[in-house]
């Protein structure tokens, strides 16, 4: 995508054509608004989607409001071009086509598709060739696209089945750490006082309570609580990170050898929470990527910056193909 233009010009052209791209997931979501050369016109922030299926028109309100205001500071008539909107929890049928419905019906776009958030990401990164894309916040997926140009996805299991290496599954480690110390079925970990004591519990038997009830971003909520004692030098805590790691390096393995051949080194993007800039699971993922051997893309991603091309997309605008990935198993 090209740098944001001055929003006045927009105004005086009535023949541009626009489009709107959506990143809505866990934590918040972004609408980026694009002219039809890519260039970014506005953009609105708001709460986090995470689609219900029972009720995905309350989401829809809020991505439709959010697309209202950034279309208002663009200077952008609705309905836009095209719409292309990557939300957590809308990788799947029928959730998928129920929200199409509802967005089309809110009169925003001329056409109009959605998929899961990491879909957009991943277009970000890659909007056209071989590469693959990690993603590791609450939970954890892997996305690649091969030089013939098929595309594969590993885990988005969700957190019964899969999220190796996410923030939940690393939570849950450190409290099976935790649990097997206490027995002495383990070694003992200075997990154990560090979690009771950020999680105001008086003893170990309280955890049992705290569990029952606990979201799963309230057990990803103690990664950096785990980093810090695995930095101190606890056993147990070392050994979850390390866990972690070898997870998420056996996600991208997987794809680099069910994708070959591939035309030079893959090239490797990463996403999500826990693989932020200045995150320590960054620097240890950066470190046994390139082991593989594979390069590590370096640029900050824009989930919605991502789903703008596939908007374009919609309008062959682009080279993006905006044809669904596999099925996505779970918002991420």
């Not at 200075?190 to 009771?196: A, G, I, N, T």
Request: aromatic share 4%.
């Amino acid at each position: 995508m090209n740098q944001t233009a001055p929003t006045h010009l927009h105004h005086l052209d009535p023949n541009v054509s626009y489009f709107l791209g959506v990143d809505g997931g866990g934590t918040r979501t972004r609408v980026v608004l694009v002219d039809q050369a890519g260039t970014e016109c506005a953009r609105a922030d708001g709460p986090p989607t995470l689609i219900d299926p029972a009720d995905p028109a309350a989401t829809v309100g809020v991505i439709a409001d959010l697309c209202r205001e950034a279309a208002s500071k663009g200077g952008a008539d609705l309905p836009v071009a095209g719409l292309w909107a990557g939300i957590a929890g809308a990788g799947t049928e029928p959730t998928r086509s129920v929200v199409e419905t509802a967005l089309r019906e809110a009169g925003l776009s001329s056409l109009t598709s959605a998929g899961a958030d990491a879909e957009a990401t991943f277009y970000d990164a890659f909007p056209s060739g071989p590469g693959i894309l990690l993603i590791a916040g609450t939970g954890s997926i892997a996305l690649g696209r091969g030089a013939d140009g098929s595309r594969l996805r590993v885990g988005g299991w969700g957190l019964h089945l899969g999220d190796e290496g996410s923030g939940y599954r690393i939570g849950m480690s450190a409290l099976h750490a935790f649990a097997r110390g206490e027995d002495g079925r383990g070694v003992s970990t200075e997990l154990r006082d560090s979690v009771l004591k950020v999680l105001g519990l008086a003893g170990p038997g309280d955890l049992i309570k705290w569990i029952a009830s606990a979201q799963k971003a309230d057990v990803a909520s103690l990664v950096p609580l785990i980093f810090e004692v695995a930095e101190a030098g606890d056993r147990a805590a070392l050994t979850v990170i390390e866990e972690a790691v070898d997870e998420l390096v056996g996600h991208v393995r997987t794809l680099v050898r069910r994708l070959e051949p591939w035309p030079a080194t893959p090239e490797v993007a990463l996403a999500g929470g826990l693989l932020k800039e200045n995150r320590p699971l960054r620097v240890r993922m950066i470190r046994a990527i390139e082991v593989l051997p594979c390069r590590h893309q370096a640029r900050v991603l824009d989930g919605a910056r991502g789903a703008c091309s596939l908007a374009m997309g919609l309008a062959d605008l682009t080279d993006g193909s905006p044809a669904p990935w596999p099925e996505f198993l779970s918002g991420n």
